[in-house]
């Protein structure tokens, strides 16, 4: 038995479930999220609870059902409250900007190539960009496109283990190594 997937999920006030088998849109304020649920889970919506069991007892129904449970949670919790993640730029000479136009959020990466990077973002996901610091704060109510996002965004420079420059989330633990010795 799952521990997690047997736990019922609370909805908040102002968000609404529509749950249409196999399809589940979670709505709240602007942002409305939709999901397909996969066949083996069965889900139950009571008031402001939604339940989650498996179809029957086979070993694949039983692993989707704390899965599904967990998307379901983050798609509630998404148009409620919101996600959102840091990447802190470590590096001399960089530099991050972002700018917006009708056609949505860029993010102008100057990252010591020959070229600036132009990352786009997608229409759910807004950055902050901290002018000294260059800190990206994203914001996201999609879990999963989120961290999607800022794993593109750090791939560009992941953090390099000697002195630490590049592109890392807050709080990562970057482990350092030793440089050359001085020859003799």
């Known amino acids: 038995m799952s521990r997690i997937g047997k736990l019922p999920i609370t909805v908040p006030k102002g968000v609404k479930i529509d749950w249409q088998a196999p399809v589940l849109k979670v709505a709240g304020g602007p942002v409305t999220l939709t999901r397909t649920i996969h066949r083996n889970i069965d889900l139950k919506v009571d ?3 939604v339940s989650l069991t498996p179809r029957d007892n086979s070993q694949f129904s039983r692993s989707l059902w704390g899965l599904s449970r967990t998307l ?3 798609m509630v919790v998404g148009v409620s409250a919101g996600f959102t993640k840091v990447l802190e730029v470590v590096g001399v000479g960089w530099r991050i900007e972002a700018t917006e136009d009708k056609s949505g959020q860029t993010l102008k990466l100057s990252l010591g190539f020959s070229h600036p990077v132009d ?3 997608p229409p759910l996901v807004k950055a902050q960009v901290d002018p000294k610091t260059y800190r990206i704060t994203l914001t996201s109510p999609d879990k999963e496109l989120l961290g999607l996002v800022a794993a593109k965004i750090r791939a560009y420079r992941k953090p ?3 002195k630490g420059k590049g592109i890392k989330y807050e ?3 970057i482990r350092r190594k030793v440089g050359k010795a001085g020859g003799k």
């Open 171 to 173: 709080g990562e633990f």
């Open 47 to 49: 008031g402001q609870t």
């Open 119 to 121: 990352f786009k973002l």
């Open 72 to 74: 379901v949670s983050n």
């Open 160 to 162: 390099e283990p000697y």
